[in-house]
């Protein structure tokens, strides 16, 4: 049974910042591409940020580059996304999401990912 954790989001002004984690099992985190997707209501959930631990790399949608930063926690096996500079559009529930494999043909297609936390609100005004 894989379970994640996810904290953080919330409400803030554009321009401003939010962090979100997702903890997984020692297992999960290590072994299986991990990240972040977001949904808004009449859309089809995207992917934002994950990453994946064969070469050990991380992808970003094109909204998220240069603004948004996932981050590894080895010692809590957290995955965190810092998420800076938001604007309005930023706005949707967001989801951490693993697929059970250390590596994906597309990691930023929520198709790929078989395993969804609970998902945690950010709100930008």
């Known amino acids: 049974h894989v379970q994640l954790v996810e904290s953080g989001g919330g409400s803030v002004q554009a321009g401003g910042s939010l962090r979100l984690s997702c903890g997984a099992s020692g297992h999960t985190y290590s072994s299986n591409c991990m990240g972040w997707f977001r949904q808004t209501p009449g859309h089809q959930r995207e992917g934002v940020a994950t990453?994946?631990?064969?070469?050990?790399?991380?992808y970003y949608a094109d909204s998220a580059k240069g603004r948004f930063t996932i981050s590894n926690d080895d010692a809590k096996f957290t995955r965190s996304l810092q998420m800076d500079r938001l604007k309005p559009d930023d706005t949707a529930k967001y989801f951490c999401?693993?697929?059970?494999?250390?590596?994906?043909?597309?990691?930023?297609?929520?198709?790929?990912?078989?395993?969804w936390g609970q998902g945690t609100q950010v709100t930008v005004s």
């Open positions: 999401a693993t697929n059970g494999a250390l590596w994906a043909v597309s990691p930023l297609s929520p198709d790929e990912y078989k395993y």
């Open positions: 990453f994946c631990p064969v070469g050990k790399n991380s």
